[in-house]
């Protein structure tokens, strides 16, 4: 349990060394239109509707959609609400917004709306599933429309989303190829993706697909204030935040971490990311990627690992920019080339994308070196070979292939990790108001929730905290007792020799429990279906068909 504990509350938290990447992402708080609506995107049928935005306090708002106008005031705190006339699924609507701003938004239509939430396995992009690339390339459906919340924390409730076009944050997107493989670090939700292709297809309908989730993130991050605070157990933690929404003080997780590193990595002493390092650890081993280190020799080992590779580059790369792609890793890494930092996440399993400013290559060789930590689960450069590659003007270097490893040392040798306080995911409250509680009101139809690994060994507790997250999103969306479909956790480690009082199987039945007391409530297996040495089990597919039996049963008849 000690080995997934840190999985989930310390290798998959925010902590990017690469600013450049966001510097596309724009945050209105509140906007003349909530960029919940935009061009492509899918309403809720059957229901009125809201439309909604921020306006001056009193300043008159139209919304007009086939000939038909209605008219709304804005309240004192400058929000307006519209409700549209209930609508049959289908259709291709224009529909413009005018006040003090005017908006177009062109190619909607009204279909049924999924809240897809969790943590790593509802994160999970598709990139990262079985056959990806195969899957990718029959994605064409453009009745199935996408929409992926970018990760926020929040003290406080706050109404902004993250809105990112260049990386489809934040907007509607037509399911494609292209847009399936963006919006997220792997690419979009495969259990998402999956559950709302086995519906469409079954019930000739528009689905909207609303990905919100966090990778090892806890249950009650989910919850609001309000409802949580009806459970005694996270009183002092509610307090807590309470006390970080007034502002918090102190050295930055970042530079804690940076501390850590240079006290406990011995790479760093040898000079393991420069060109010319040390021997100290002795010598180097060889390893081919993409893979897990489990499976390349490095087998049931957490801890930290230093990769290098060496490549020879023409006179023509002089001068010049390029971009350095890693594919995912899995926790942590920090990447230098030719003994300069280019980059470094703490957001596992995302694609590596480092920006190397003209002069960081050289022509000859070049040498990339990558620190990996891994607190538990599968380690390592584990993606997709086609995503490891370095882009120098039109010339592409295939990077995939062999690379040289050296261990630095085991998780259970190094100190305790810096605790992450600030842009921490695993604080109650902070996810329902960072990434719920801007959705709101949003119209929909229902929700499907693939989380519990990180509530794994407080079994007991997740029998009243699963349904009071369940009763509590359903106040807040106000569309009734919408259905609300869990996956029950995959098979993961070893099988043991002898029947024993184990966490997953405990959070298994807390989950079956919910589904059986909560009304409009589903499971979906998923015990035969996973991977002993993988807490990310690959088969998305049939997770995402087993939900979807769950609603073509319950909620559809």
Not at 93 to 102: F, L, M, N, Q, R
Not at 391 to 397: A, R, S, W
Request: hydrophobic share 40%.
């Amino acid at each position: 349990m000690q080995k997934l504990f840190g999985l989930c509350l310390l290798g998959l938290s925010v902590f990017s060394l690469n600013a450049t990447a966001q510097t596309a992402i724009t945050l209105e708080e509140k906007p003349f239109l909530s960029p919940l609506f935009s061009d492509n995107m899918i309403l809720q049928r059957d229901i009125a509707a809201p439309i909604f935005g921020w306006t001056t306090p009193g300043a008159e708002v139209k919304v007009t959609m086939s000939g038909k106008t209605l008219t709304t005031t804005a309240g004192d705190d400058g929000k307006w609400i519209v409700k549209l006339p209930k609508q049959k699924a289908g259709g291709n609507y224009s529909i413009a917004v005018v006040g003090a701003e005017k908006a177009v938004l062109n190619n909607v239509t009204f279909g049924d709306i999924w809240v897809c939430s969790g943590q790593s396995n509802m994160e999970w992009g598709i990139k990262l599933t079985n056959n990806p690339m195969e899957e990718i390339n029959a994605a064409n459906y453009p009745n199935i429309r996408l929409f992926t919340v970018q990760k926020r924390i929040a003290y406080t409730p706050v109404t902004g989303i993250v809105k990112d076009p260049q990386n489809l944050y934040g907007v509607w997107s037509p399911t494609t190829s292209e847009t399936v493989g963006k919006g997220g670090g792997a690419g979009f939700s495969a259990v998402a993706y999956f559950f709302g292709r086995e519906l469409h297809k079954e019930l000739g309908v528009p689905i909207g697909l609303i990905n919100t989730s966090w990778g090892g993130t806890i249950a009650e991050a989910w919850v609001s204030k309000d409802s949580l605070s009806a459970m005694p157990d996270f009183t002092q933690a509610i307090a807590q935040v309470d006390i970080m929404a007034t502002g918090t003080s102190g050295e930055s997780f970042e530079s804690k971490m940076s501390q850590w590193y240079e006290q406990n990595d011995k790479g760093i002493a040898a000079k393991w990311n420069s060109e010319t390092p040390d021997a100290a650890g002795g010598a180097w081993s060889e390893m081919a990627l993409p893979n897990a280190w489990e499976d390349a020799g490095l087998k049931d080992f957490d801890g930290m690992v230093w990769f290098r590779k060496e490549i020879e580059l023409p006179e023509s790369v002089a001068g010049k920019e390029a971009t350095l792609n890693l594919g995912a890793i899995d926790d942590m890494d920090t990447t230098w080339v030719n003994g300069k930092l280019v980059g470094g996440m703490n957001v596992f399993n995302a694609l590596r994308s480092y920006k190397l400013p003209a002069g960081t290559l050289k022509p000859g060789k070049n040498i990339i070196a990558v620190r990996v930590l891994d607190t538990g689960g599968g380690g390592g450069l584990n993606g997709i070979g086609s995503e490891m590659f370095l882009k120098v003007g039109d010339e592409t270097i295939v990077l995939a292939g062999t690379w040289q490893y050296k261990v630095a040392d085991a998780l259970a040798k190094l100190p305790p990790l810096p605790a992450q306080q600030s842009n921490n995911p695993n604080l109650v409250t902070v996810l329902n108001n960072g990434m719920i509680h801007p959705l709101l009101p949003f119209a929909i139809k229902g929700a499907i929730w693939y989380q519990g690994e990180s509530n794994a060994g407080r079994a007991e507790q997740y029998q009243t905290l699963l349904p009071t997250l369940i009763t509590d999103w359903r106040k807040q969306f106000g569309v009734g007792d919408f259905p609300f479909y869990i996956v029950q956790l995959a098979n993961f480690l070893a099988q043991d020799a002898e029947p024993k009082s184990d966490p997953w199987p405990l959070l298994r039945e807390a989950q079956t429990m919910t589904a059986q007391k909560v009304k409009n409530a589903g499971i979906a297996v998923a015990i035969d279906i996973g991977d002993e040495k993988d807490i990310h089990p690959r088969n998305k597919q049939e997770v995402g068909r087993r939900l979807a039996l769950n609603a073509l049963a319950k909620t559809y008849r």
